[in-house]
């Protein structure tokens, strides 16, 4: 299972290496669900993939519901054009506070 996830991240960043669109500070917002070291290869690879600059980190507290508001408000602040998610957690709350961007 591990093995098909990691080859979903492989479309996002064929796109995002392959762009002809060039990326400016914090344009892609990587919200993640948790530290844990499956989770950071996967953001290591999306910063591998587009340039160091032009990439935000966002890791969500596990517990309290404040704290994950104040960073998804965090990312909404930094109106990426992009917004990748790892790990389930990370997807829902996207598509639940942040369901359009730029």
């Known amino acids: 299972m591990i093995f098909i996830r990691r080859f979903r991240l492989i479309p996002a960043l064929l ?3 392959g762009s ?6 914090a344009e892609v917002a990587v919200l993640v669900s948790k530290d844990i070291a499956m989770y950071r290869s996967a953001v290591k690879a999306i910063q591998d993939a587009v340039p160091a600059e032009s990439v935000s980190v966002h890791v969500l507290p596990s517990d309290n519901s ?7 408000d965090d990312v909404k602040q930094g ?6 998610s ?3 957690k990370a997807a829902m ?3 639940r506070v942040l369901p359009k961007t730029g």
């Open 20 to 25: 002809s669109v060039a990326l400016h500070a």
């Open 79 to 84: 109106r990426p054009k992009v917004i990748m």
């Open 86 to 88: 790892v790990g389930s």
């Open 15 to 17: 796109v995002l290496a």
């Open 66 to 72: 404040a704290d994950v508001a104040q960073v998804l």
């Open 93 to 95: 709350e996207a598509l």
